[in-house]
């Protein structure tokens, strides 16, 4: 079974995870995605070796960062740097994770969401929540800011049990509509009941723009 490993730099702690569990783990042939947080300036020379060794045995890579700096050294042996706002690095992992290893509706595997992160580049991630899951859905683009050129879209859709297929499609066709008409959109649904009637929409819109930077 394919893993999902997560390298906290700032604490020193190396994970990984499939549906049936979050253990300790080094680098591994079973690997499909590894996802490097806690990027600081001074760590980030230690950050770039780590996504170089994974990058080179095969798997796909990125890395959570806030502002500019280092995102093109890191883009240089990752596929990807996911930008993080406001701390937010918990509530992206969530935003992943949530796909794999909750149940839902419209259920992912990790080779989904290494298909969107592959030569990702720039990922913008953003989320929203509302009543309405298109409004959900136009909070959470408006978030990431300019997607109009995004090459490919990870989506995940929360809610408590009581929704409609017919609705969680609003919520995709709103983002559809936000992108490039060729992006790849890859949505999953995630159910948490103390969700209420709520809706939370989140977005990682890949830029496909390594070479641009």
Same mark, same amino acid.
């Given at each position: $079974?394919?893993?999902? !490993?997560?390298?906290?730099?700032?604490?020193? =702690?190396?994970?990984?995870?499939?549906?049936?569990?979050? !253990?300790?783990?080094?680098?591994?042939?079973?690997?499909?995605?590894?996802?490097?947080?806690?990027?600081?300036?001074?760590?980030? =020379?230690?950050?770039?070796?780590? /996504?170089?060794?994974?990058?080179?045995?095969?798997?796909?890579?990125?890395?959570?960062?806030?502002?500019?700096?280092?995102?093109?050294?890191?883009?240089?042996?990752?596929?990807?740097?996911?930008?993080? !706002?406001?701390?937010?690095?918990?509530?992206?992992?969530?935003?992943?994770?949530?796909?794999?290893?909750?149940?839902?509706?419209?259920?992912?595997?990790?080779?989904?969401?290494?298909?969107?992160? =592959?030569? #990702?580049?720039?990922?913008?991630?953003?989320?929203?929540?509302?009543?309405?899951?298109?409004?959900?859905?136009?909070?959470?683009?408006? $978030?990431?800011?300019?997607?109009?050129?995004?090459?490919?879209?990870?989506?995940?859709?929360?809610?408590?049990?009581?929704?409609?297929?017919?609705?969680?499609?609003?919520?995709?066709?709103?983002?559809?509509? #936000?992108?490039?008409?060729? /992006?790849?959109?890859?949505?999953?649904?995630?159910?948490?009941?103390? $969700?209420?009637?709520?809706? !939370?929409?989140?977005?990682?819109? #890949?830029?496909?723009?390594?070479?641009?930077?």
């Amino acid at each position: $079974m394919k893993e999902f !490993r997560i390298i906290d730099m700032a604490g020193n =702690k190396e994970h990984k995870f499939t549906p049936d569990s979050f !253990r300790s783990s080094g680098f591994s042939e079973n690997s499909a995605l590894t996802i490097i947080t806690g990027i600081t300036e001074s760590n980030l =020379k230690d950050a770039i070796t780590l /996504a170089k060794s994974s990058h080179e045995s095969g798997i796909v890579t990125a890395g959570i960062m806030s502002g500019n700096e280092g995102i093109k050294s890191l883009l240089d042996v990752a596929d990807a740097v996911i930008i993080s !706002r406001d701390n937010d690095e918990s509530e992206i992992l969530s935003g992943i994770s949530d796909l794999i290893i909750k149940m839902g509706f419209v259920n992912i595997d990790i080779e989904d969401i290494a298909e969107i992160l =592959k030569d #990702a580049g720039t990922v913008y991630y953003g989320t929203g929540t509302a009543e309405a899951p298109a409004t959900a859905a136009k909070k959470a683009a408006k $978030m990431c800011g300019d997607i109009t050129n995004a090459k490919g879209i990870l989506l995940n859709i929360t809610t408590s049990t009581e929704i409609m297929l017919s609705e969680m499609s609003d919520a995709a066709h709103v983002i559809e509509m #936000a992108t490039n008409p060729d /992006a790849q959109i890859i949505w999953g649904h995630v159910i948490y009941e103390d $969700m209420g009637e709520n809706v !939370r929409v989140t977005i990682f819109a #890949a830029m496909h723009d390594k070479g641009k930077l």
